[in-house]
């Protein structure tokens, strides 16, 4: 019998079933963290220079492919309700804070010194530049993950294409874009109700911010008033003004239209074009007036006194 018992929480699935959720949080404030880290999700970009095909492969079930150490499998140890046994886990199972570091080392011993496959936990991306190195960069993947029995989701694969999508954005030999859905997703986003409904918001929008020329001066309304109502989360209505309407709607329609991204090539000179206001600062990256990424910053501080030639 285990000494450890975590408790469960059901969950309503979209198609009407109940998805069992072990809250493991007690066990995690007694546990210590890996300081192994997880990659950028963006940081795909700098290597795909001359590539021209992709395979993206998923993980079927992935943490289950990883098992728990004998002496850990009863610290799994959770009672769905009254009436039922403890049940404990032998494979890796979610909710546990270190899984991710635990999953992302494992699939980087696998296959981390290969320089033309890129990892994001269960999500591998393969790029090559011809079809005929594709098939061979692909037969090494392969016997990599066969030899040490990881099993793909066949369903939620794309072997060899053109044009692909990969965390959230789309990568062919043209550069990187936002994926459509994700940018019809934050286009329709309704007006926030609470402090939470804007972080959800800005959380999605944010994650392409180095798509969007001065993101940062652009969101600076909605954020100062996340701040303003951190404390009573349920006013955000109550403050919202026409800067604010102005911000969230430049936000909503940012991705639109915008050019994709180009892949760096580290063997040509780079340029660093420069803007500041009064309160942000703003820069683009480029190669062959062709940009890489949009960074900015709001200023706070002291640094709101720099000259213009200090901010820029």
């Known amino acids: 019998m285990s000494p450890w018992r975590s408790p469960c929480v059901y969950v309503k699935k979209k198609t009407g079933g109940v998805r069992i959720c072990v809250d493991y949080r007690e066990l995690n404030r007694r546990s210590h963290m890996s300081a192994y880290p997880l990659p950028r999700p963006d940081f795909v970009q700098d290597d795909l220079k001359g590539a021209r095909f992709f395979t993206s492969l998923d993980l079927k079930s992935g943490y289950w492919q990883v098992p728990v150490s004998a002496a850990d499998i009863p610290k799994t140890a959770f009672c769905p309700g009254n009436g039922f046994p403890l049940y404990e886990f032998l494979r890796m199972p979610f909710g546990l804070h270190d899984a991710p570091a635990t999953f992302q080392k494992l699939m980087e011993d696998i296959l981390g010194d290969l320089p033309f496959v890129k990892i994001y936990l269960d999500d591998i991306l393969i790029f090559s530049p011809d079809m005929e190195t594709h098939v061979r960069h692909l037969r090494v993947v392969f016997e990599r993950l066969s030899a040490a029995k990881v099993t793909l989701g066949a369903t939620k694969c794309d072997f060899a294409m053109e044009e692909i999508s ?8 043209f550069g990187m874009r936002p994926d459509p859905d994700r940018v019809r997703c934050i286009m329709e986003w309704p007006l926030p109700e609470t402090v939470r409904d804007v972080r959800r918001f800005m959380g999605l929008v944010g994650y392409y911010r180095s798509f969007i020329p001065r ?63 009064d309160f942000a600062i703003g820069s683009v990256l480029e190669q062959e007036h062709r940009p890489l990424a949009f960074f900015s910053q709001v200023l706070t501080g002291a640094q709101l006194r720099w000259h213009t030639y200090e901010k820029e």
Request: proline fraction near 7%; charged fraction near 25%.
């Open 166 to 173: 990969y965390l959230g954005h789309i990568y062919d030999k």
């Open 215 to 277: 993101f940062t001066a652009m969101a600076k309304p909605v954020q100062d008033l996340v701040s303003l109502c951190a404390d009573q989360p349920d006013t955000i209505r109550l403050h919202w003004k026409e800067d604010q309407q102005r911000s969230f709607e430049a936000l909503r329609s940012a991705l639109a239209g915008l050019p994709a991204l180009a892949y760096p090539d580290f063997d040509a000179p780079f340029q660093l074009c420069c803007d500041a206001s």
